[in-house]
């Protein structure tokens, strides 16, 4: 039977302490939100027409450009969460779950609630916010099968064809990164870090170069080859390869190696009185500190650099060879990954007061419901942005305001029967799946390979105000990644399938 002692709410440890750790889960679910809500007042600021918001004598709208780098957030957050599992089973030797059961737990995870929404959506929205042609002809179905595939984002043509949900591309490099991360992480045992994390940033680094600067064949088979319309514009194709999983694999290093670090103090080094000295909450402090020095300072060079040369249109950065330019192109994701990387572990090793911040109830319970926001955010302000009291406002700055005081606020509902209605079934569904298949699983010492990834459901529908169903018995670790799958928000304003 479930335990009466709480469960643990996604702890590093494996689950089976009684003793309740809400907290630690409680302020992932907060920086999460933070994400979310960035990516969400971003898209608002957007659609309202980019206006200047001036604050405190000072001029904040280079942040508010860049509070796209959400996206890099949850790539980070996705490497932490999801790699700490086999991290803590590799320092352990705990029993592990099979790759396979892994995989489909993810699918089953994300699956359900996007084809959902992505139904609904062409269902509600095609003829007046997406293009019919890209709907009902040959040319549509593809798109579509590209999209009900999770493909979107790797498919030309597909990728920005419904406007309204253009943060769809996000979800085809969390997929991508599900299919490498049991491998991905094998770069990260013992100190094999040390010369694959370098590795990685110079891939991530060398593919930006390679599809900006040569790449003609790759370029020539995505544009013409494989692609159902007339051919793009070269550049266009060339930001499309910009935005493929290479590019962010730092994101995901970053939250791969906090979880090293956070997995190796408890386990694989918590007899290492060095390590844990420099580990120790007061390091997590400064930690977070240097990582959110780094997300402001790049954010306010980079929105200028976008603000000042019209960057909302990548075009303007993908077709000329200024300083500017280069630096937006190269370092858009790069600094983000490691400042949000800083501020996870930092996070992470702090306790207290920072924690403390970050658990603050209403703001986690808005990381909780996360995906369901992402999957509904642009469709909800498209309709009020449709709304002729909205549409006709002739202030940016009163558009804006009016956004988050009307549009805002119903996401959140909506998102919240969304989550209660669709994501938490469908989340149910993958813990009794995996609850089933946990008989299958082989032996230590056998040749499958094995991971350990924990089902999530009662300690997550605990944080949402909602019953546990305890029939299923055992304590559960928080171990799911919200899909970090959020829209890097200027890109859906003009991307290239538009």
Do not use: C
């Not at 889960?25 to 957007?46: E, K, S």
């Not at 979107?152 to 064809?161: I, N, R, T, V, W």
């Not at 956070?262 to 930690?287: C, E, H, M, W």
């Not at 169903?469 to 990644?481: L, S």
Request: net charge neutral; charged share 15%.
């Amino acid at each position: 039977m479930f335990s009466t002692a709480a469960p643990v709410m996604g702890g590093l440890e494996s689950g089976t302490d009684a003793k309740p750790r809400t907290k630690h889960i409680a302020y992932l679910d907060g920086l999460r939100a933070i994400a979310v809500l960035a990516v969400l007042l971003r898209h608002a600021w957007g659609l309202s027409g980019s206006p200047d918001l001036p604050l405190f004598g000072r001029n904040w709208t280079p942040i508010m450009t860049m509070l796209s780098s959400g996206v890099d957030l949850f790539f980070v957050l996705s490497g932490y969460l999801l790699a700490r599992s086999f991290l803590r089973a590799r320092q352990t030797g705990e029993v592990a779950t099979p790759f396979r059961v892994y995989w489909k737990a993810r699918l089953r995870r994300i699956g359900p609630p996007y084809w959902i929404v992505l139904f609904l959506v062409l269902l509600l929205m095609t003829g007046t916010f997406i293009p019919d042609e890209r709907v009902f002809s040959a040319d549509g179905a593809a798109i579509f099968a590209a999209h009900a595939t999770f493909l979107q984002a790797a498919y030309l043509p597909s990728f920005g064809a419904y406007t309204v949900e253009t943060p769809f591309w996000t979800l085809t490099i969390e997929m991508i990164f599900y299919l490498m991360l049991p491998f991905m992480v094998r770069l990260f045992f013992g100190k094999r870090w040390i010369v694959f994390t370098p590795v990685l940033a110079v891939v991530a680094v060398g593919w930006l170069f390679m599809v900006r600067n040569s790449a003609g064949p790759l370029v020539t088979f995505v544009n013409e080859t494989i692609n159902v319309f007339p051919p793009f514009p070269e550049e266009a194709v060339r930001f499309f390869l910009s935005h493929q999983m290479p590019a962010f694999l730092l994101d995901f290093s970053a939250g791969i190696l906090a979880a090293l670090i956070v997995t190796s103090k408890k386990y694989a080094l918590k007899d290492n009185r060095l390590f844990q000295r420099i580990t120790s909450p007061t390091a997590g402090v400064v930690i977070f500190a240097m990582g959110a020095a780094v997300v402001l300072a790049a954010a306010w060079k980079l929105g200028t650099f976008s603000l000042a040369n019209g960057y909302a249109n990548p075009l303007n950065y993908m077709t000329q060879d200024r300083p500017a330019d280069l630096a937006y192109y190269y370092l858009e994701s790069i600094p983000f990954g490691i400042g949000y990387g800083g501020m996870l572990l930092g996070l992470a090793l702090a306790t207290g007061w920072l924690q403390a911040v970050f658990s603050f109830r209403p703001l986690a319970y808005i990381g909780v419901i996360g995906y369901s926001v992402y999957l509904l955010h642009m469709p909800v302000l498209y309709i009020f942005n449709n709304y002729a009291w909205l549409r006709n406002e002739g202030d940016p700055g009163r558009h804006f305001l009016l956004m988050l005081l009307t549009a805002v606020p119903a996401i959140i509902v909506l998102s919240t029967l969304f989550f209660r209605a669709v994501e938490l079934p469908a989340m149910e569904w993958s813990r009794r799946a995996h609850l089933a298949a946990r008989s299958d699983v082989p032996a230590p010492g056998s040749d499958e390979p094995q991971i350990t990834e924990k089902p999530v459901v009662p300690a997550l529908r605990m944080r949402a105000g909602l019953p546990v169903d305890d029939k299923d018995g055992g304590e559960w670790a928080v171990d799911d990644a919200v899909p970090g799958e959020f829209d890097r928000a200027q890109r859906t304003e003009e991307s290239v399938g538009s």
